[in-house]
Every structure is written in structure tokens, then in C-alpha cells.
């Protein structure tokens, strides 16, 4: 029977979704990475005499599995080669994206904060996006409610193109007042999510979302932030990513995580205002971002 597919994709979800590796989903990437996905399934449930085929019922899983969501999204993996290219720079990657909308070559920022925020944050965020629009530069945020909302809002309303990473599977709507903010992201530009098709959101899932978009991004902007928020999390990941990270005064001044990275943290900048912001991102933008770029630039 033809598998769809391909192997190393069947052999990545048959080891992701129905092999009991007793591994973190990180151990088992790094190592499919190093051998291959095939080699690591048959590693995992090698023949034995009475069965010498042990790993035809883990494929048959995951072909239902991908024929069943091949309706509800694009399933990207890592070996996929229009996967995106950013996330394989990072030791945390997704090994697969559940994809609505239209994959192109983002260098975007993300732009983050509370959710609970203040008229003035909201300004800012929205501000921030609508003059990163107008430089067609792709706005990237978590499309939770809040500042995460204004982003996406200011940048599909000003014509721009917008990411929405998102904490649970790519069939979920959280929170479920974005829905048709949701639908217009699909529609006009990308959503993105890492987790199984009818995954709900859970207290690990945001992390994991907020990794995720930290490495999709090429810096992230945090406009505000409390002490344990999302935002705090995401601005720790993009330091670990060594993505340039932009905190506003009002981060760096309310909270002691923003002053410890504005103080110790490498490519740490602090912004005034929203025209602030946009002229660091678009200066960190036009950096090179590959060593064959970086040779070029250093020979001229």
C-alpha cells in the first residue's frame, strides 16, 4: 500500500504520536536530526523473528493520521523543505507545524506583552505594527488577547502581512473572542501551531508557543509585561535564541527580569516610543543574517 508522506515524515509522526520512546520530545528530535527518522523507529522497535516488519502498524497509524488532518491544515515537519528555515536554527524546535494560510520567507517581529493591558500599551503595540506594515515588514504575534490582539489588529488593518503563533492545535480558537480575528489571519496571512489537531490550551502549551515564536521572529519587541507573564518567558527564549530582544522603559522600570536582561543580557535594547522601536527592529532586519551574507558584506 503507498504511504503518503514519505518515509522519514511517517517515521517522524509514528515516532511523535505512537511510539512510547520514554524520551522528551527534544532528545528524540535531536537525535532524529543526527540519523534520521527512519533509523531512529527502527532503533526504538527492532525485528524481532516472529515479526519482522514491527514497525508497520506505527506507520499505519500515523498515515491515518496525516490523511486525516490533510483537511483541516498543511503538516510541515522538519524534514519538509519549505518547513521554516528560522526554526531550524534553534535547538528547540517544533519537529512539525500544523500550517493555515500562506508560508512565505518571514523576517518579521514579534511583538508581545500582556494581556491585561493599559490604553497606552494597546497604543503602542498598535503603533508599533501599522509603521512595521507600511515597511511590509510581517508582524508576529501569539494572537492572545490584549496586546498580542492589537498587534495582529493594527497590521492586518494597515495591510500588512501577520503570523499568529498560537497554544493550541490549529482547529482551536482560544481566547474564543478572536475567533473571526483567527479566520482573517488564515485568510490574509499565516497561523501556526505545534500542537496536535484538538489539542486545547493547557499551562505548558504557551511556553512552548512562545519558544516557538521567539525563534520564527527575527527580534522580539516586549511593549509590557508583569512579573510572570507570557511575555517574560518569550524575552528569555529569544535571549537563549540569540534573537535581539526590545523591552520598553515601562518593562525595564515595573519589573526586575526587564532590568537583569536590559543590565547582563547580550543584544538587549531599551525603546522609548513606538518610532523607537521600529527604526532598532528595522536596523536589526538589515543585518546580515547568514555567514555567506556576512562574507559578502565584509569583501565589499
Avoid at 90 to 102: I, K, Q, T, Y
Wanted: proline letters at 5%.
Amino acid at each position: 500500500m503507498s504511504r503518503v508522506g514519505g518515509d522519514e515524515v511517517l517515521a517522524l509522526v509514528a515516532l511523535l504520536r505512537h511510539s512510547n520512546t520514554g524520551k522528551s520530545w527534544r532528545a528524540l528530535v535531536n537525535e532524529v536530526r543526527e540519523v534520521g527518522a527512519v533509523e531512529m523507529l527502527h532503533r526504538e522497535h527492532p525485528p524481532t523473528l516472529l515479526d519482522l516488519e514491527p514497525t508497520t502498524e506505527l506507520l499505519d497509524a500515523a498515515q491515518h493520521d496525516l490523511e486525516a488532518w490533510s483537511g483541516l491544515a498543511k503538516v510541515l515537519t522538519l524534514f519538509d523543505s519549505d518547513f521554516p528555515a528560522q526554526l531550524r536554527e534553534v535547538h528547540d524546535l517544533p519537529p512539525l507545524l500544523f500550517v493555515r494560510g500562506a508560508l512565505a520567507d518571514d523576517r518579521g517581529a514579534c511583538i508581545v506583552g500582556s494581556r491585561q493591558a493599559s490604553p497606552a500599551a494597546l497604543r503602542f503595540a498598535s503603533d508599533v505594527a501599522t509603521m512595521l506594515a507600511d515597511l511590509q515588514v510581517p508582524v508576529i504575534s501569539g494572537l492572545a488577547e490584549g496586546i498580542d490582539t492589537a498587534a495582529h489588529t493594527a497590521a492586518l488593518s494597515a495591510g500588512g502581512r501577520t503570523v499568529a503563533v498560537i497554544g493550541t492545535g490549529i482547529d482551536k480558537v482560544f481566547p474564543k473572542g478572536n475567533e473571526k480575528l483567527q479566520q482573517q489571519i488564515e485568510r490574509d496571512g499565516l497561523v501556526l501551531s505545534q500542537f496536535w489537531p484538538g489539542s486545547n490550551p493547557t499551562r505548558a502549551t504557551f511556553p512552548m508557543r512562545n519558544a516557538t515564536m521567539s525563534a520564527y521572529g527575527m527580534c522580539t519587541l516586549v511593549v509590557t509585561a508583569g512579573e510572570q507573564s507570557g511575555a517574560r518567558i518569550q524575552a528569555r527564549q529569544a535571549v537563549a535564541h540569540g534573537r535581539p530582544l526590545l523591552l520598553t522603559r515601562d518593562v525595564v522600570t515595573r519589573t526586575e527580569w526587564g532590568q537583569e536582561l536590559a543590565a547582563s543580557a547580550y543584544d538587549v535594547q531599551v525603546v522609548s516610543d513606538a518610532k523607537d522601536a521600529v527604526g532598532a527592529i528595522n536596523r536589526i532586519l538589515q543585518r546580515p543574517q547568514r555567514i555567506d551574507d556576512l562574507l559578502v558584506e565584509l569583501t565589499q
